[in-house]
């Protein structure tokens, strides 16, 4: 009679450790496959920053780690000094350049940061974000440049700030009048430095569909 009792317990211990397997490599085909539709998701993701002061470089580095995106720099012809940047003064380079409609200010390079992409080619990518400060309402011109000088057209275009306060309406505005006429735009958003990776995460989420 023992021997009937240990042979059924070891039966059932048996069935619940196949149950246990089972699920378990459910939950790993699941997850394997998450990951494959995420990356073939956002692989395609170029994010392409242009930066001074380093607060929207701190948020294209975050938004490429959370879109396992490449990540590229807009390195300007000629570097901006803290005297350039001083809003305060209505002489100042990018109060000059800010105010001039035919402002283009040269780019020396769009540069690496990561990513599998040596060489920044939009051939390469079916979505675009561009990260910006807003000077006086607006994008850098220089952004204006990246934008007039690369063929946007059939891509997804996200644009995206930082800024204390200023919103990104004007800038998204005016990046449409000058970019192709082809470019996906959707809807950008203002993000603080120091935003955190979830709520980056949440909208791209929203966003890239």
Excluded at 45 to 64: D, H, I, P, Q, R
Excluded at 111 to 135: C, E, H, M, R
Aim: charged share 25%; with cysteine.
């Amino acid at each position: 009679m023992s021997e009937i009792i240990i042979f059924m317990k070891f039966k059932i211990f048996n069935y619940y450790i196949s149950l246990w397997e089972a699920n378990m490599k459910k939950t790993f085909l699941s997850l394997l496959i998450g990951g494959l539709l995420m990356t073939a998701t956002y692989a395609k993701t170029a994010v392409c920053y242009f930066s001074c002061t380093g607060n929207t470089k701190t948020l294209a580095e975050k938004t490429a780690k959370v879109l396992n995106a490449d990540l590229f720099e807009i390195i300007p012809e000629v570097p901006y000094t803290s005297a350039d940047l001083n809003w305060h003064d209505s002489k100042s380079r990018s109060s000059n350049e800010s105010n001039d409609i035919k402002s283009r200010p040269g780019i020396k390079t769009i540069q690496q940061v990561s990513g599998n992409n040596k060489v920044f080619d939009l051939s390469k990518y079916d979505t675009i974000i561009i990260a910006f400060p807003i000077w006086w309402n607006s994008a850098p011109k220089i952004i204006w440049t990246f934008v007039e000088q690369n063929d946007l057209g059939g891509k997804n275009v996200i644009p995206i700030c930082t800024s204390g306060s200023s919103g990104i309406t004007g800038a998204e505005k005016d990046l449409k009048a000058c970019a192709s006429k082809l470019a996906v735009w959707k809807k950008g958003e203002r993000f603080r430095a120091g935003e955190s990776e979830s709520e980056l995460k949440k909208y791209f989420e929203n966003i890239i569909k």
